[in-house]
């Protein structure tokens, strides 16, 4: 069905951005409040279960926002996953004085202690 969308108008849409062409097909195929619904989720994630498991599926989930206002940059989402980490690894970050330099470096340092952790 979207291939047939795209085809029935496929020069129209070669010739937009890749930005403008997202527009257009979230306006066709996305419900109205996806994009509300997604940050939503992504700011009610709280950590159960494997670190890295929960880190990536938040950071997943924020990537579908990319080129929206709702999307967390690297320093909002970083924040995100610290408030919501399980209390046990919270604290143990705390002990390590795990800081954030940066998100990805941050995101190393915990996995690694949340595998030590289990």
């Keep these: 069905m979207i291939s047939d969308w795209y085809w029935t108008a496929h020069d129209m849409f070669d010739e937009l951005s890749f930005d403008d062409f997202m527009k257009e097909f979230r306006l066709k195929w996305l419900m109205n409040d996806w994009e509300q619904d997604i940050h939503n989720r992504v700011l009610d994630m709280k950590q159960v279960g494997l670190f890295w498991e929960w880190a990536v599926k938040m950071r997943s989930l924020n990537t579908l926002l990319c080129g929206t206002p ?9 924040n995100q996953l610290k408030a919501n980490l399980e ?11 795990i800081s954030g330099e ?3 470096k941050w ?8 595998e030590k952790k289990r």
């Design 70 to 78: 709702t999307h967390l940059d690297d320093a909002a989402l970083l």
């Design 87 to 97: 209390p046990l690894l919270s604290h143990a970050c705390d002990d390590e004085r």
């Design 102 to 104: 940066t998100l990805d």
């Design 107 to 114: 995101l190393d340092k915990v996995k690694i202690l949340d």
